[in-house]
């Protein structure tokens, strides 16, 4: 029992330092949190995407993508680049993404890329590093309008610059560690929930069907409303996608995002932050001075 309590106590001791250099890697006082700043606001980033260096995720999900890309070619799936779908969502890409290293240094150096998958899966995701497919069932079945499909797309990209694929990534390394310490141990001082399943931490987890959480998911939508909002899209969208979202699925959660929050709590909050982004829509509407003009 004796000899129990001193590796016990050992064990405590490396992951109070473990925690305590993940808080530090933080850059106190410079999040955008830390900032004043217009738009909607949202957590830190997780201290557990620390835990994974971000080019490590970034070469792996480009190779996925490449295998997608590869995989749907074969099968005559992929659309060409003339196809009036793929120029439309290169379009609606071109213009959210300048606004994207607002949220993420990182992506300023990211190739970002859209490409169209011919299938009916209600289906669409940004895996770290800006790759971006769309299904083409979430177009032809939902009927999406631009406004729709860029509120599509900015929540998928907020996913990608809020790194939520490394923080799970992250907390699955954790708690591999934490199974060599003993599970209960990491879960109470760092709330881990030891259930995670350690093959997200391997670099070849599928970054493109990784299952998000509550707090994620309403990030992602928070982030991706502005992001859009400041392309110029209109955010009251938001509300029309889940309303059609939730007519297709009869009340089912959608196959592109995870079993919650409930469609109902998602437009109630997006609702509630409309005021946040409704003048970085108008700005971004508004005809410059040239354009004026020029008339």
């Given at each position: 029992m004796q000899g129990?309590?001193?590796?016990?106590?050992?064990?405590?001791?490396?992951?109070?330092?473990?925690?305590?250099?993940?808080?530090?890697?933080?850059?106190?006082?410079?999040?955008?949190?830390?900032?004043?700043?217009?738009?909607?606001q949202v957590g830190e980033t997780s201290v557990f995407a620390k835990m994974v260096p971000a080019d490590q995720v970034e070469r792996s999900a480009a190779l996925q993508y490449q295998?997608?890309?590869?995989?749907?070619?074969?099968q005559h799936a992929l659309g060409p680049a003339d196809h009036p779908?793929?120029?439309?969502?290169?379009?609606i890409m071109d213009k959210i993404t300048p606004f994207a290293s607002a949220w993420n240094p990182r992506a300023q150096q990211w190739k970002w890329e859209v490409n169209l998958i011919g299938s009916n899966q209600i289906n669409a995701y940004c895996m770290p590093g800006g790759k971006i497919a769309f299904y083409t069932g979430i177009l032809n079945k939902?009927?999406?309008?631009?406004?729709?499909?860029?509120?599509?797309?900015?929540?998928?990209?907020a996913h990608a610059l809020r790194e939520h694929a490394r923080e799970r990534m992250g907390k699955g390394q954790a708690t591999e560690f934490a199974a060599r310490l003993g599970g209960s141990?990491?879960?109470?001082l760092l709330g881990i929930d030891p259930r995670i399943g350690d093959a997200v931490a391997q670099t070849g987890a599928n970054l493109a069907s990784l299952k998000f959480g509550r707090e994620d998911e309403s990030e992602a939508d928070l982030v991706g409303m502005e992001?859009?909002?400041?392309?110029g899209y209109d955010p009251r969208a938001g509300v029309s996608l889940w309303q059609k979202m939730a007519a297709n699925n009869k009340g089912a959660p959608p196959?592109?995002?995870?079993?919650?929050?409930?469609?109902n709590s998602r437009i109630a909050d997006i609702e509630a932050n409309l005021a946040k982004v409704m003048p970085l829509y108008e700005r971004a509407k508004k005809p410059a001075a040239s354009d004026l003009s020029s008339q």
């Open positions: 129990w309590s001193i590796t016990h106590r050992g064990a405590r001791r490396i992951m109070l330092q473990l925690h305590l250099s993940l808080l530090a890697a933080l850059p106190a006082a410079q999040t955008l949190q830390a900032q004043t700043r217009e738009g909607v295998q997608t890309l590869a995989q749907a070619t074969k779908q793929v120029q439309r969502l290169r379009s939902l009927q999406l309008t631009d406004d729709e499909v860029a509120m599509v797309m900015g929540h998928e990209i141990l990491l879960s109470g992001l859009a909002a400041r392309a196959e592109w995002l995870s079993t919650h929050p409930s469609g």
